[in-house]
């Protein structure tokens, strides 16, 4: 019996002497968490718990060249509270004020919807709970208003956390161009070349770990984000508005698969207008991809631009020598080079070979002066940077194929073809830019899209001073050619596009597209325009690219050239300033006109005599003749309204069911149509004041 009980003390003493043991092990493993190791463990938890995150700029502005904007950042709120924060009494006080509140400024939930979200919130002593998404600013202004919500992140657990969203004001105006940047997608275009600009520098904040997501730790940033700059552009958002318009509607009247059209200032090299439009599935047309810039395509007769400038710089041929075309056909190495109206002439001028566009010419001049050094012309088309890079500020243009006698594609045949625009690819960019030099007194300056760089209104980029002119021809070339693209218009293969508003100048391009290296049985077309208004003085050169017309007519003269000339003839008569001579000397026209009764008031001050029969409400002075006549107004003629004000304007016009679209302050200096033309009722009519 004593053994017994000995042997239940021991077992008795030594359970407890292993508890105790175990205890005094727990108790060191917690001195030595909590005491000797206790900054460790505390860092360790703070880093899985607390982080750095990153906190967006501010991203700049784009703009057009006045100052439009083209794109910029909207601000959206996300809004959340802190349930764990106001007092049980004050969270009683307004929980159902703050429900109705919610329900007016989103009405899209009721407030008992809202209330009890709030109570659910409250219950669970969640942190974070999402308020709204996308909330605007004004909205985020009457959330702050709200009961509970007024008194502030830490006595009332408001939380507004800002973020941006990318607009285009313009929509789809230059959208390519414009193009986006996002995290995930580097992006395209004017948001992607200046990305860095743009986007400025990010700052850094403090934040935790909490259920359904981060929340910051504190009010203060470690580093606050510096904003970005802002990219002030060449486009002129009117511009690329009739650009625009004009494009969408030949390329839906042709049925073509897409089509591009690029408007330079001649003497700075600004693109003050690219559009870019292409067919979808359902048969909108929208833009998808900067074919101006991305595409390169062999350009056909617009070449001869080119051919006819190296042989004006070579001496070898004048505007009025006469040019053997062989009827229309000449044979190179046994296959047929032929012209669009084969058969009708034996021989013409070269001007008139220019005007008409024959390829027998063109590839007469270069074939039989440069066969035996093809360098040599060639040495003229590297001139015009046709073997380079524009190097336009976005990404994505291609380096043009020109084809040279060391390369494995030349053949015998390549430079009377080459001579035509054959055996060779450049982009609508490429081949305008060359154009542009020739027609600036042969002057050529790089194309460009943006101004200036700004940064808080201080110009960080001046791209103004870092324009540089190359010179490509002499200007006695430079006059000779916009003699030749003058007569295409007046008497050429654009003499459908003569225009009464503003004198023309171009060159038509009807190009084969090759497919598999070989032209198909079942032909398909480029047709392009290069051209530039007024013909003696250019001011803007265009160029219209139609790919694959498919309604039968694929023609340039009638696909691509009429683009241009509404075009130019909308452009000018909103911005080309014009002239009249008076006394040998250049003045701008001046205008006046006004009620009659005004004038006969102001006749003995103006010297101006009022003795003709008027009989009209509105007349029109001549203080040079001094004389008034009436401003007449037919109906189906559009009436002259230069030199009325805008109210007055519009009086006539209206009375005559038009729709006048007014720009501009002051008298009308310009409109469109012209004084004189036929008009229909509601049709649109541009006038611009001065």
């Known amino acids: ?38 900054e460790k463990w505390l860092s360790l938890s703070d ?44 969270f009683k006080i307004y929980v159902n004020e703050l429900a109705i509140g919610l329900s007016e400024v989103f009405p899209d939930n009721t407030a008992s919807y809202y209330r009890t979200m709030l109570l659910r919130a409250r219950r669970d002593k969640n942190r974070y709970t999402l308020i709204r998404r996308r909330v605007t600013y004004s909205e985020q202004k009457e959330l702050k208003q709200l009961p509970l919500f007024s008194k502030g992140r830490y006595k009332g657990g408001y939380l507004s956390e800002l973020t941006t969203k990318r607009v285009k004001p313009a929509g789809q105006l230059a959208f390519r161009t414009i193009g986006y940047s996002t995290i995930d997608n580097p992006g395209v275009g004017l948001e992607r070349a200046y990305n860095s600009d743009l986007g400025g520098v990010k700052g850094k904040r403090i934040v ?18 510096q904003n970005g700059r802002d990219v002030h552009t060449t486009i002129n958002i009117d511009f690329q508005e009739i650009t625009q318009r004009s494009l969408e509607k030949a390329l839906i009247k042709h049925k073509a698969d897409h089509g591009s059209v690029i408007i330079m200032e001649v003497a700075t090299g600004k693109i003050k207008a690219i559009s870019n ?37 070579d001496d070898l041929i004048d505007l009025n020598d006469s040019i053997d075309i062989h009827n229309g056909e000449r044979y190179y190495y046994g296959k047929p080079m032929q012209d669009s109206d084969k058969g009708k002439y034996q021989k013409m001028s070269f001007t008139q070979a220019f005007a008409r566009s024959s390829n027998v010419a063109f590839s007469s001049i270069i074939f039989d002066n440069y066969s035996k050094n093809p360098s040599k012309y060639l040495a003229h088309l590297k001139t015009l940077d046709l073997d380079k890079k524009t190097g336009i500020e976005i990404l994505g243009e291609p380096k043009p194929f020109l084809n040279h006698p060391s390369s494995t594609s030349w053949s015998k045949l390549t430079l009377p073809w080459l001579a035509i625009g054959y055996e060779n690819q450049h982009t609508p960019l490429q081949l305008l830019t060359a154009y542009n030099g020739i027609i600036n007194d042969g002057k050529m300056i790089k194309p460009r899209l943006v101004n200036e760089v700004t940064d808080a209104g201080l110009v960080i980029k001046d791209n103004n001073k870092r324009v540089k002119e190359v ?87 009638y696909v691509a050239a009429p ?6 003839e909308k452009i000018y ?3 080309v300033k014009q002239e009249v001579v008076v006394k040998g000397k250049k003045v701008s026209p001046a205008y006046t006109a006004g009620y009659f009764s005004d004038f006969t008031i102001l006749s003995k001050y ?31 003629i559009m009436p002259n309204v230069k030199g009325l004000g805008a109210k007055d304007a519009m009086y006539l016009l209206e009375m005559q069911g038009l729709k006048p679209s007014i720009s501009g302050y002051g008298t009308v200096a310009a409109q469109s149509p012209n004084p004189g033309t036929k008009v229909i009722k509601n049709q649109r009519v541009i006038i611009q004041l001065k």
């Not at 935790?208 to 984000?225: A, C, H, K, M, T």
């Open 47 to 90: 880093s899985i718990t607390i982080h750095q995150q990153d906190i967006s700029a501010s991203r700049g502005n784009i703009y057009s060249d006045d100052g439009s904007l083209l794109s910029t950042s909207m601000p959206i709120y996300e809004i959340r509270w802190d349930a764990t924060v106001p007092s049980a009494d004050t």
């Open 606 to 636: 103006l010297d101006v005599s009022m003795n003709e029969e008027v009989d009209g409400e509105v007349v029109r002075i001549n203080a040079a003749k001094g004389t008034a006549k009436n401003i007449a107004v037919t109906t189906g």
């Open 563 to 568: 683009v241009f000339a509404e075009i130019a």
């Open 208 to 225: 935790q770990r909490i259920s359904g997501g981060y929340r910051p730790v504190n009010d203060e940033n470690l580093l606050e984000p």
């Open 277 to 313: 439009l292409r067919v979808t599935a359902t048969g909108e047309y929208i833009e998808q991809y900067n074919s101006a810039i991305g595409e390169s395509y062999e350009p056909g007769s617009v070449w001869k631009v080119f051919s006819a400038m190296a042989a004006f710089e």
């Open 471 to 557: 010179t490509v021809c002499s200007k006695e070339t430079s006059d000779k050619i916009k003699k030749l693209t003058a007569a295409v218009v007046t008497e050429g293969s654009a003499s459908n596009v003569k225009s009464n508003v503003v004198a023309l100048s171009g060159k038509t391009g009807t190009a084969q597209i090759a497919s598999g290296g070989a032209y198909q049985t079942t032909k398909l077309y480029n047709a392009s325009f290069v051209g530039h208004f007024p013909a003696d003085k250019p001011a803007y050169s265009v160029y219209v690219m139609i790919n694959k017309p498919s309604n039968g007519v694929f023609y340039a003269s």
């Open 1 to 38: 019996m004593t053994n017994i009980k000995r042997d239940i003390l021991w077992r008795v003493v030594f359970g407890m002497g292993v508890v105790v043991v175990f205890a005094a092990l727990i108790l060191f493993q917690m001195f030595k968490v909590q005491v000797l190791e206790g």
């Open 573 to 575: 008569t909103i911005s």
